[in-house]
């Protein structure tokens, strides 16, 4: 023993103390992951969601996945490339903890689960989330835009931040119709951005005139009247603040409401 360790002696906490391996607990409890992918409309969220799926099903893994809010307006993650999974909706009051305890009594197990559209979760659900990871060792991916149309966090998205492992922007670019990268979901109406209104607005891609869209209830009898007129748009920031939509404002495959 060196005299620099008589004079130190062991400190309860040190932060530099030996720490168990990753992923492992003190007392060998499996420790889950809280993930959260995030990115503007269009650039791949929901496809990475059913390829994570995927993956993790062919080794074996089994999961849960859950949607709030699909596009298609149905149970289901759906992706613009045309992939779909059937998926268990998550309402309002859904404790998502008790969904896994079902899973659990029906004699299965659950290794992950992926949660599509996470912006709308609330702080609460959030909470849970973190909670299956911390307690229950499941592994968690969330996916879901970070702001609403008006450039303000979702407060489920920003629970997020504050909770989440590990945070990752999805890497597939969307463009500005200027070129720059696009991050801001602007709510358009005819040629001119909306800046107020309902949160939660939910539209599927315009490929036709059938087409269905899903809107909260919580939306204004005046709003809904309005709905037909309503679609998306991504622009970037400075396209966003000044409510520029290009030269082409109804741009083929934005989303649009009808």
């Known amino acids: ?63 849960l996945v859950l949607v709030r809010h699909d596009r ?27 969904l896994v305890r079902e899973q659990w009594a029906r004699g299965g197990h659950v290794d992950y689960v992926i949660v599509d559209e996470a912006q709308f979760l609330s702080s609460a659900q959030v909470d849970q989330l973190a909670e299956l990871a911390d307690e229950m060792g499941v592994d968690v991916y969330c996916f879901g835009i970070a702001t609403d149309f008006r450039s303000r966090l979702f407060p489920g998205a920003a629970r997020l931040f504050e909770l989440a492992d590990e945070l990752q ?27 107020e209104g309902d949160t939660v607005v939910v539209a599927d891609t315009l490929s036709s005139e059938t087409e269905h869209s899903v809107v909260e209830s919580s939306a204004s ?7 037909a007129t309503l679609r998306y748009q991504v622009l970037c920031r400075r396209h966003f603040r000044l409510g520029d939509l290009g030269p082409a404002t109804a741009q ?3 989303l649009r409401l009808s």
């Open 169 to 195: 922007p999805v890497q597939v670019e969307v463009l500005c119709w200027c070129g720059l990268p696009g991050r801001f979901n602007a709510r358009v109406r005819g040629d001119e951005i909306i800046r």
């Open 252 to 254: 083929h495959g934005q």
């Open 72 to 98: 298609s307006g149905t149970p289901q993650i759906t992706s613009r490339i045309g992939i779909t999974r059937r998926a268990t909706e998550v309402g309002t009051g859904t404790d998502v903890r008790d």
């Open 1 to 63: 023993m060196t005299a620099l360790d008589d004079a130190v002696p062991d400190d309860p906490t040190d932060a530099l103390s030996a720490a168990p391996p990753a992923g492992v607990r003190r007392n060998g409890t499996p420790l889950g992951r809280l993930k959260f992918c995030y990115g503007p409309m269009d650039c791949g969220k929901s496809t990475l969601a059913l390829q994570i799926d995927h993956n993790h099903a062919r080794q074996g893994r089994r999961g």
């Open 221 to 227: 009898a005046r709003f809904q009247s309005e709905l």
